[in-house]
């Protein structure tokens, strides 16, 4: 089932609601000959986050008219994915990067709202900051917070920061607190700029605190106490208090 409505002026929201059939692709090819006739480009936001499944006969019907949707990506201004299927998430920042020219925005089903905002054009922004500064009242403690998903951009703010907050007087211990992480881009991962920065960063603390995350944050902690010169502890999301009494130690 699928529903396409005009939310603003300049853009559409397409939701796709348990099976994905072949008169669903229909409808999408029809609207794409619609928009594409009318010379229109504007902003889509594509909410898969109720799709159960799709079958092979609505994949075929798409890749028959596969050039009048190709035609209307190109016009599109703002492209937002929403879906809470990690490996639809995935396909699509690959689908992506393998189309030159045509930028998605992908977002996990509770960042729907940051995704209306932008393709609406409330806000220039795909995405509020995911790294700011958490206030503990303790002047030897540097306290970040990480929630969302973490790009190139970001991820440099992050550090400088960071970097800032080192600076200060008897500031040597860090805290980092991870809740509602939706990953990185992979251009924040191997950016030497960024590598550069973060090893500066660490040479500069004495503790660091990691508190939340996936576990593989704590398999990647425990493998870099032995290349790292600050002691490095691992804390759940609960164990926040704990973490600061650690890092005072």
Same mark, same amino acid.
């Given at each position: 089932?699928? /529903?396409?409505?005009?939310?603003?002026?300049?853009?559409?929201?397409?939701?796709?609601?348990?099976?994905?059939?072949?008169?669903?692709?229909?409808?999408?090819?029809?609207?794409?000959?619609?928009?594409?006739?009318?010379?229109?480009?504007?902003?889509?936001?594509?909410?898969?986050?109720?799709?159960?499944?799709?079958?092979?006969?609505?994949?075929?019907?798409?890749?028959?008219?596969?050039?009048?949707?190709?035609?209307?990506?190109?016009?599109?201004?703002?492209?937002?994915?929403?879906?809470? /299927?990690?490996?639809?998430?995935?396909?699509?920042?690959?689908?992506?990067?393998?189309?030159?020219?045509?930028?998605?925005?992908?977002?996990?089903?509770?960042?729907?709202?940051?995704?209306?905002?932008?393709?609406?054009?409330?806000?220039?922004?795909?995405?509020?900051?995911?790294?700011?500064?958490?206030?503990?009242?303790?002047?030897?403690?540097?306290?970040?917070?990480?929630?969302?998903?973490?790009?190139?951009?970001?991820?440099?703010?992050?550090?400088?920061?960071?970097?800032?907050?080192?600076?200060?007087?008897?500031?040597?211990?860090?805290?980092?607190?991870?809740?509602?992480?939706?990953?990185?881009?992979?251009?924040?991962?191997?950016?030497?700029?960024?590598?550069?920065?973060?090893?500066? $960063?660490?040479?500069?603390?004495?503790?660091?605190?990691?508190?939340?995350?996936?576990?593989?944050?704590?398999?990647?902690?425990?493998?870099?106490?032995?290349?790292?010169?600050?002691?490095?502890?691992?804390?759940?999301?609960?164990?926040?208090?704990?973490? $600061?009494?650690?890092?005072?130690?």
């Amino acid at each position: 089932m699928i /529903d396409i409505d005009q939310i603003a002026p300049n853009a559409h929201r397409i939701v796709i609601m348990e099976e994905f059939h072949q008169a669903d692709a229909q409808r999408i090819v029809e609207f794409a000959r619609q928009q594409n006739a009318g010379g229109k480009g504007g902003n889509l936001l594509l909410d898969l986050t109720a799709m159960a499944t799709f079958n092979l006969s609505a994949i075929s019907a798409e890749l028959a008219h596969l050039p009048t949707l190709m035609q209307l990506l190109y016009k599109l201004d703002r492209i937002a994915i929403v879906s809470d /299927d990690e490996w639809v998430r995935n396909l699509s920042r690959l689908e992506s990067a393998l189309l030159p020219g045509v930028t998605y925005q992908v977002y996990d089903d509770d960042e729907e709202p940051a995704a209306r905002a932008w393709i609406m054009g409330e806000t220039d922004e795909p995405r509020s900051h995911a790294f700011f500064e958490l206030e503990l009242g303790k002047p030897g403690i540097a306290a970040f917070e990480l929630s969302g998903r973490l790009d190139l951009e970001q991820a440099k703010r992050g550090v400088e920061l960071v970097r800032q907050r080192l600076e200060q007087p008897d500031c040597s211990r860090l805290l980092l607190v991870i809740r509602s992480w939706h990953g990185f881009d992979m251009e924040a991962m191997f950016n030497g700029d960024l590598i550069a920065g973060k090893f500066d $960063v660490i040479d500069s603390i004495e503790r660091y605190a990691i508190v939340g995350g996936p576990g593989w944050v704590r398999t990647a902690a425990q493998v870099a106490r032995n290349f790292i010169t600050p002691k490095i502890r691992t804390f759940d999301l609960y164990e926040q208090s704990e973490a $600061v009494a650690w890092l005072e130690g």
